[in-house]
């Protein structure tokens, strides 16, 4: 298969595993199981099983709470700076080897007769003008000027001679003779000296350091039956000329001492299966800490491949995380199918859980961090904020449950991971400001501290103990609340969220969309206020977004920027453009205001959230004035019947249609004369009624209870508006009356016909 069509298949195959509409589709529910079975990978590999062998930790000198058996026959490791040295002890303790010279002797002789030699053509009075004579080399021989010159007598010259063939071949046979300055490099008090294949271990004080006037023992021997004058000389000057009988062989002294380095065991014993290790309320002893010490390191050494038991516990690991996982997918499934069915939300709580689970690791890696430091009010917070405060308690309690069932993290982990992530989830529930990042942090600390202090309690804490696990404690919260702060934009552009952070960005009046609303359509501008204090008012009756419901208000006329003068509430001095259109050339001039609004959002890069509002707040209604205008001036013809209604969709969540409902309702009490409440109660059932029968609020998921409470919220916002208010006696405040819009053919009635 050639590379174009293994690309061609791989995109087929691609395509057809992409996410569908339908989330109870085999493929989508394939696809929703192997993201929670990369999050269960993700958790096994930070927190690989122990095989089944709980290891209580131990310190020396503490009281072990209970017994602690051999699960197997395994050593006793030394401590590494313990084994360091006991190498290099018994390498110390292996002599320095060297050889026997066989032909020390004959070197010997050779060497004293070319230094006697010298002196065969010097008279004896020019002994002082030749210094070469009392010198060996680079060394200066100690004699005297009298024994130079005794060397000059030929007869002198010949003794000498004699007595070193007689007895220098003895006393290399009888001594071990080294040059002075290896002699005294060697460490120790023995020597292994080889020749001809045996070796002999050698005293150090044996060794005779070849210098002038050495003292040589067979030598000083031998030069008893001499005069004198000769015995001096001889003891004076043999030493200095006689070479050593040793030689050092450095590469086979340290190929010993390497040996002798590794025949150094590294074990300090044996534990048999089923011995006692340490006993339960006993103080732990050096001895068995090394023995706990071994134990883990034994354990670390059996998983670092795959054996049977490891496959076993790896995947009775990997069966707990998919089972936590399968009951948070189906409590999404059950009470939040809206984020079951978004693949893309899916995604970014994966990447919460992720996100935890590793900073977890972290915290039970770190030996100086308490388990209990894991932020589990991260993820609390990230989701408040990116979703509700309800999705957000249900996943603090999937993913403590979660990481409390990995290795050696227990209950003060659950139960601070609760209390903190619970306060978290609570304190987030609505923002308003970003300072309350702060007030969140204050009560996650709160939170722990009640926690910590709780299990401090119970478990018999000291006081040092409880500060210190405080301080950790808050330490949890801060790292919780400003890794939020860092994440949120990024995981909000991940999801496709819109924070209320980013809503009350949106909500400033100084905005540049809203300021050009401002300017070009001030009608509009005041009239999207107003519908925003409405919308925000119902919502917060309903328990809905009520931020949401105010800034969609917001944005949710901005395509009347484009026509400003086409709509009744920018209109002056009575001019009204559609008075010289037909109806369905004014009807097709105002329904555009939603799609060029949408254009105008995308193009400010407002979230869809709020674009939402731009194309939902009139639904799919009819524009009701030009339907029966065309009708009275029989225009109205089938095909042209699509350009009378809105192009929808008809609103589709809660706040959408609240703010459907406050643009109709603003609309027409700007017309109504008789504030009373009664005569608002009437004009905002009605439009409800309305909205009801038009079909225009099925998708919206809103209950007979909720639309009884917007109504009720309408009319004490509206009530609030249009007050009586006192007249002065000295001022007249009443304006002439205005002319019903209704009665002129250019105006557009409120009420189910306004084309704002």
Same mark, same amino acid.
């Given at each position: 298969?050639?590379?174009?069509?293994?690309?061609?298949?791989?995109?087929?195959?691609?395509?057809?595993?992409?996410?569908? #509409?339908?989330?109870?589709?085999?493929?989508?529910?394939?696809? !929703?199981?192997?993201?929670?079975?990369?999050?269960?990978?993700?958790?096994?590999?930070?927190?690989?099983?122990?095989?089944?062998?709980?290891?209580?930790?131990?310190?020396?000198?503490?009281?072990?709470?209970?017994?602690?058996?051999?699960?197997?026959?395994?050593?006793?490791?030394?401590?590494?700076?313990?084994?360091?040295?006991?190498?290099?002890?018994?390498?110390?303790?292996?002599?320095?080897? +060297?050889?026997?010279?066989?032909?020390?002797?004959?070197?010997?002789?050779?060497?004293?007769?070319?230094?006697?030699?010298?002196?065969?053509?010097?008279?004896?009075?020019?002994?002082?003008?030749?210094?070469?004579?009392?010198?060996?080399?680079?060394?200066?021989?100690?004699?005297?000027?009298?024994?130079?010159?005794?060397? %000059?007598?030929?007869?002198?010259?010949?003794?000498?001679?004699?007595?070193?063939?007689?007895?220098?071949?003895?006393?290399?046979?009888?001594?071990?003779?080294?040059?002075?300055?290896?002699?005294?490099?060697?460490?120790?008090?023995?020597?292994?000296?080889?020749?001809?294949?045996?070796?002999?271990?050698?005293?150090?004080?044996?060794?005779?350091?070849?210098?002038?006037?050495?003292?040589?023992?067979?030598?000083?021997?031998?030069?008893?039956?001499?005069?004198?004058?000769?015995?001096?000389?001889?003891?004076?000057?043999?030493?200095?000329?006689?070479?050593?009988?040793?030689?050092?062989?450095?590469?086979?002294?340290?190929?010993?001492?390497?040996?002798?380095?590794?025949?150094?065991?590294?074990?300090?014993?044996?534990?048999?299966?089923?011995?006692?290790?340490?006993?339960?309320?006993? !103080?732990?002893?050096?001895?068995? +800490?090394?023995?706990?010490?071994?134990?883990?390191?034994?354990?670390?050494?059996?998983?670092?491949?795959?054996?049977?038991?490891?496959?076993?516990?790896?995947?009775?690991?990997?069966?707990?995380?998919?089972?936590?996982?399968?009951?948070?997918?189906?409590?999404?499934?059950?009470? #939040?199918?809206?984020?079951?069915?978004?693949?893309?939300?899916?995604?970014?709580?994966?990447?919460?859980?992720?996100?935890?689970?590793?900073?977890?690791?972290?915290?039970?890696?770190?030996?100086?961090?308490?388990?209990?430091?894991?932020?589990?009010?991260?993820?609390?917070?990230?989701?408040?904020?990116?979703?509700?405060?309800?999705?957000?308690?249900?996943?603090?309690?999937?993913?403590?449950?979660?990481?409390?069932?990995?290795?050696?993290?227990?209950?003060?982990?659950?139960?601070?991971?609760?209390?903190?992530?619970?306060?978290?989830?609570?304190?987030?529930?609505?923002?308003?400001?970003?300072?309350?990042?702060?007030?969140?942090?204050?009560?996650?600390?709160?939170?722990? %501290?009640?926690?910590?202090?709780?299990?401090?309690?119970?478990?018999?804490?000291?006081?040092?103990?409880?500060?210190?696990? =405080?301080?950790?404690?808050?330490?949890?919260?801060?790292?919780?609340?400003?890794?939020?702060?860092?994440?949120?934009?990024?995981?909000?552009?991940?999801?496709?969220?819109?924070?209320?952070?980013?809503?009350?960005? =949106?909500?400033?009046?100084?905005?540049?969309?809203?300021?050009?609303?401002?300017?070009?359509?001030?009608?509009?501008?005041?009239?999207?206020?107003?519908?925003?204090?409405?919308?925000?008012?119902?919502?917060?009756?309903?328990?809905?977004?009520?931020?949401?419901?105010?800034?969609?208000?917001?944005?949710?006329?901005?395509?009347?920027?484009?026509?400003?003068?086409?709509?009744?509430?920018?209109?002056?001095?009575?001019?009204?453009?559609?008075?010289?259109?037909?109806?369905?050339?004014?009807?097709?001039?105002?329904? !555009?205001?939603?799609?060029?609004?949408?254009?105008?959002?995308?193009?400010?890069?407002?979230?869809?959230?709020?674009?939402?509002?731009?194309?939902?707040?009139?639904?799919?209604?009819?524009?009701?004035?030009?339907?029966?205008?065309?009708?009275?001036?029989?225009?109205?013809?089938?095909?042209?019947?699509?350009?009378?209604?809105?192009?929808?969709?008809?609103?589709?969540?809660?706040?959408?249609?609240?703010?459907?409902?406050?643009?109709?309702?603003?609309?027409?009490?700007?017309?109504?004369?008789?504030?009373?409440?009664?005569?608002?109660?009437?004009?905002?059932?009605?439009?409800?009624?309305?909205?009801?029968?038009?079909?225009?609020?099925?998708?919206?998921?809103?209950?007979?209870?909720?639309?009884?409470?917007?109504?009720?919220?309408?009319?004490?916002?509206?009530?609030?508006?249009?007050?009586?208010?006192?007249?002065?006696?000295?001022?007249?405040?009443?304006?002439?009356?205005?002319?019903?819009?209704?009665?002129?053919?250019?105006?557009?009635?409120?009420?189910?016909?306004?084309?704002?």
């Amino acid at each position: 298969m050639s590379r174009g069509r293994w690309g061609a298949w791989l995109r087929a195959l691609m395509a057809g595993w992409r996410p569908s #509409r339908d989330s109870t589709s085999g493929r989508d529910l394939v696809l !929703r199981l192997v993201l929670g079975g990369m999050v269960a990978g993700f958790t096994l590999f930070l927190f690989p099983p122990p095989g089944g062998y709980d290891i209580p930790a131990v310190r020396v000198g503490a009281v072990a709470s209970e017994d602690l058996l051999a699960p197997f026959d395994y050593p006793v490791r030394r401590d590494e700076q313990e084994l360091v040295q006991l190498r290099e002890q018994a390498a110390a303790s292996v002599p320095p080897v +060297y050889a026997v010279r066989p032909a020390g002797a004959d070197s010997a002789l050779a060497a004293i007769d070319a230094f006697l030699a010298r002196f065969a053509a010097v008279p004896p009075e020019s002994v002082a003008a030749h210094p070469e004579l009392a010198r060996i080399g680079a060394r200066a021989v100690d004699l005297r000027a009298s024994e130079l010159r005794e060397l %000059t007598d030929p007869g002198v010259r010949e003794r000498l001679r004699e007595f070193a063939r007689q007895s220098v071949p003895g006393v290399y046979e009888e001594s071990w003779l080294l040059a002075g300055d290896e002699a005294s490099a060697i460490v120790g008090t023995q020597l292994e000296v080889r020749s001809e294949g045996d070796a002999e271990i050698v005293s150090r004080d044996a060794l005779v350091s070849l210098e002038a006037g050495a003292e040589i023992a067979p030598l000083a021997r031998r030069a008893e039956r001499l005069d004198p004058e000769l015995r001096r000389l001889v003891l004076d000057l043999l030493p200095a000329l006689m070479p050593p009988n040793l030689e050092a062989r450095p590469a086979l002294t340290t190929v010993r001492r390497e040996e002798a380095r590794r025949s150094v065991s590294p074990y300090a014993g044996e534990v048999l299966r089923g011995e006692l290790i340490v006993a339960a309320h006993t !103080r732990v002893t050096p001895e068995q +800490y090394a023995k706990v010490a071994s134990l883990r390191q034994e354990l670390d050494l059996r998983h670092a491949g795959f054996s049977a038991d490891d496959v076993r516990a790896g995947l009775g690991g990997f069966a707990i995380g998919i089972a936590i996982l399968f009951l948070y997918g189906f409590y999404l499934f059950q009470y #939040r199918r809206d984020i079951f069915d978004d693949y893309r939300a899916l995604s970014v709580l994966a990447m919460v859980w992720v996100l935890v689970v590793g900073l977890a690791a972290f915290a039970e890696r770190v030996d100086a961090m308490p388990d209990f430091a894991a932020p589990v009010a991260l993820g609390s917070i990230l989701v408040a904020i990116l979703w509700d405060a309800r999705l957000s308690v249900a996943t603090t309690l999937f993913l403590s449950v979660l990481i409390v069932g990995q290795v050696e993290l227990g209950f003060p982990v659950l139960w601070t991971g609760l209390l903190g992530g619970l306060a978290g989830a609570w304190s987030v529930r609505r923002i308003r400001r970003r300072t309350q990042f702060y007030e969140s942090l204050l009560f996650i600390i709160v939170g722990h %501290t009640f926690a910590l202090g709780s299990l401090a309690l119970v478990q018999l804490w000291t006081s040092v103990d409880l500060a210190v696990a =405080l301080a950790w404690g808050a330490l949890s919260a801060a790292l919780s609340v400003f890794i939020a702060m860092g994440l949120l934009p990024i995981l909000e552009w991940a999801s496709g969220r819109t924070t209320d952070l980013t809503l009350l960005e =949106l909500a400033d009046l100084n905005r540049p969309i809203l300021k050009q609303l401002l300017v070009e359509a001030p009608g509009t501008f005041h009239h999207s206020v107003v519908v925003g204090n409405l919308a925000e008012a119902a919502a917060e009756g309903i328990g809905s977004n009520s931020l949401l419901a105010r800034v969609g208000a917001y944005y949710h006329d901005i395509g009347k920027i484009r026509r400003p003068e086409y709509f009744v509430e920018n209109q002056r001095d009575g001019i009204n453009p559609h008075n010289s259109l037909r109806p369905a050339a004014s009807a097709r001039i105002v329904s !555009r205001h939603v799609s060029e609004g949408v254009a105008m959002a995308r193009g400010a890069g407002l979230p869809e959230s709020v674009i939402d509002f731009v194309r939902e707040h009139h639904g799919t209604t009819r524009l009701s004035y030009f339907w029966h205008q065309a009708e009275r001036e029989g225009r109205l013809e089938p095909v042209a019947l699509q350009d009378f209604i809105y192009p929808g969709p008809r609103p589709r969540s809660k706040e959408t249609a609240v703010v459907m409902l406050a643009d109709s309702v603003e609309a027409a009490s700007r017309v109504v004369r008789d504030s009373s409440p009664e005569r608002f109660e009437e004009v905002v059932r009605t439009i409800v009624e309305l909205k009801l029968e038009e079909h225009q609020l099925d998708d919206a998921d809103l209950t007979f209870r909720d639309l009884a409470i917007v109504q009720e919220k309408f009319v004490g916002v509206l009530c609030g508006m249009h007050h009586q208010r006192v007249d002065y006696p000295s001022v007249s405040l009443h304006a002439p009356e205005v002319q019903d819009p209704d009665a002129d053919r250019g105006s557009v009635p409120s009420v189910g016909t306004t084309p704002g």
